[in-house]
């Protein structure tokens, strides 16, 4: 009979935080949307303001710029005023920002609220994250935080469909409409939506992270017992950078995150897919015909499987097993690219080679972001999940323009070389030292880690 009750506390509790997760990750689709919409359709941009192509590009650069600066602020302001409402407010002023966007009379408006939604867009995304992280169970941990991923792509997704069916501008009553069920959802979630009992606890409030526990638990016990382990890492008076500065293997933690980051951007993660593309509408005539009318769905579809993906199977394989796996999809990608160039017209290859270089990014990078939130100790949370998305992003920017110079003075074929070393090296990191966390507490990760343990002795609990 208790374990019956037992069984039965955690199923509830399960439905509980995945109800509350799925709640916050709703808002990623409206930001998705927005980038989608930027990203996949152009054009439009062009049509609207008169522009050249090159110019409406910088539109999207300002757009992920400003998305830095956001990720950046939302360490300081998630630790100083709480997840929740860093979380809801920065969704509103984004919402707002996707209102002004609609209605800009002139480039500079559309602009400003691009700036705006990358900003808000950083705040939100990085705050919700560490909320996800630290209200859900350690059985679907991984599960959550790459559902905020999947929404992303979803939004993205239907910005696709949306400006494929709908050519001209005339339409804002339909996103209006999208807005406006957003909007109704950001008041429900006002009055809903808990606290991370982890932010209370930290913030000196264990009488309300307990009444949070037992709401996402359904079991007093449960509840007390998980405060009790919160509570004893808890026992420092450093936090953010002072904790940074103070503990060393937080430091060891963060660095080698950065490490992997490093060799994840020059290998070629994400800008190979791009370039695959690319060369693939630009070397064969066939492909440029009827490639260039499906490539884009064939692209969306590959990502969100490869978010999907990620999401059902990280708890069970764990982070570095996938993350290895999708290594040797890559690999198996640097081979198909030379059958390519044995022969320039098997239209089968550049589909593949296209959709397994998404889907494999996405595995990877979905996986990375769920290892380095849940790697972070509750004292430097934040700061750490920002040190580390934020030099993450400006790698990509990095690695891109390196690559680029690679790919214009040495060749495709050097650049796939390059790459291939790397993914072998990252591969060799990965398997040496990437923990393999599936059931672990985000107190027992923390624990293990600050007590000097190696990083494979971080797994089950």
Same mark, same amino acid.
């Given at each position: 009979m208790y374990i019956a009750n037992s069984y039965s506390d955690e199923a509830k509790s399960n439905t509980v935080s995945l109800r509350y997760v799925f709640l916050v990750s709703l808002f990623s689709i409206p930001f998705g949307f927005e980038i989608g919409s930027l990203y996949t359709n152009l054009q439009v941009v062009n049509n609207v303001f008169y522009m050249d192509y090159e110019r409406a590009k910088t539109v999207l650069y300002a757009y992920f710029i400003t998305m830095s600066v956001g990720i950046f602020l939302s360490g300081w302001v998630s630790y100083s005023v709480g997840r929740k409402i860093t979380i809801l407010s920065s969704a509103a002023i984004g919402l707002s920002a996707v209102l002004a966007s609609i209605v800009a009379p002139d480039f500079r408006i559309f602009i400003c609220t691009s700036l705006v939604l990358g900003i808000s867009f950083g705040i939100y995304f990085l705050s919700t994250l560490i909320y996800v992280a630290e209200i859900t169970q350690k059985t679907n941990r991984g599960f959550s935080i790459c559902l905020v991923l999947s929404m992303l792509i979803v939004g993205c997704v239907l910005a696709f469909f949306f400006n494929s069916? &709908?050519?001209?501008?005339?339409?804002?009553?339909?996103?209006? !409409? =999208?807005? =406006?069920?957003? *909007?109704?959802? #950001?008041?429900?979630?006002?009055?809903?939506?808990?606290?991370?009992?982890?932010?209370?606890?930290?913030?000196?409030?264990?009488?309300?992270?307990?009444?949070? #526990?037992?709401?996402?638990?359904?079991?007093?016990?449960? %509840?007390?017992?998980?405060?009790?382990?919160?509570?004893?890492?808890? &026992?420092?008076?450093?936090?953010?950078?002072?904790? =940074?500065?103070?503990?060393?293997?937080?430091?060891?933690?963060?660095?080698?995150? *950065?490490?992997?980051?490093?060799?994840?951007?020059?290998?070629?993660?994400?800008?190979?897919?791009?370039?695959?593309?690319?060369?693939?509408?630009?070397?064969?005539?066939?492909?440029? !015909? !009827?490639?260039?009318? &499906?490539?884009?769905?064939?692209?969306? *579809? %590959?990502?969100?499987?490869?978010?999907?993906?990620?999401?059902?199977?990280?708890?069970?394989?764990?982070?570095?097993?996938?993350?290895?796996?999708?290594?040797?999809?890559?690999?198996?990608?640097?081979?198909?690219?030379?059958?390519?160039?044995?022969?320039?017209?098997?239209? %089968?290859?550049? !589909?593949?080679?296209?959709? *397994?270089?998404? =889907?494999?990014?996405?595995?990877?990078?979905s996986s990375f972001i769920v290892s380095f939130i849940e790697m972070m100790p509750s004292c430097g949370r934040d700061f750490g999940a920002t040190i580390i998305f934020i030099i993450n992003i400006n790698l990509f920017v990095f690695a891109s323009k390196v690559l680029d110079k690679l790919y214009d003075s040495v060749g495709v074929v050097f650049l796939i070389s390059f790459s291939f070393i790397l993914t072998l090296i990252l591969m060799y990191l990965i398997y040496k030292f990437m923990p393999n966390i599936k059931k672990a507490s985000l107190e027992s990760i923390e624990h293990r880690l600050l007590l000097g343990k190696s990083f494979n002795d971080i797994n089950e609990d």
């Open positions: 069916f &709908h050519k001209n501008t005339e339409h804002h009553f339909e996103l209006f !409409f =999208f807005v =406006f069920i957003f *909007i109704l959802l #950001l008041i429900y979630c006002l009055a809903y939506l808990p606290e991370s009992p982890r932010y209370l606890a930290l913030s000196g409030f264990p009488d309300a992270a307990l009444a949070v #526990l037992f709401k996402l638990r359904h079991n007093m016990g449960v %509840a007390a017992h998980e405060l009790a382990s919160i509570n004893e890492v808890l &026992h420092t008076d450093y936090r953010g950078l002072d904790f =940074f500065i103070q503990h060393y293997n937080f430091r060891r933690c963060v660095f080698f995150f *950065i490490l992997i980051s490093f060799l994840m951007s020059m290998s070629g993660i994400l800008y190979l897919t791009q370039k695959s593309i690319e060369f693939c509408l630009v070397n064969n005539e066939y492909a440029k !015909f !009827f490639v260039s009318k &499906h490539i884009s769905i064939l692209y969306l *579809i %590959a990502t969100f499987l490869g978010t999907l993906f990620t999401a059902f199977f990280i708890d069970r394989i764990g982070r570095a097993k996938i993350v290895l796996y999708a290594l040797l999809g890559m690999v198996c990608c640097f081979i198909l690219s030379i059958l390519m160039f044995i022969d320039e017209n098997v239209i %089968a290859l550049y !589909f593949a080679i296209v959709v *397994i270089y998404t =889907f494999c990014s996405l595995v990877i990078i």
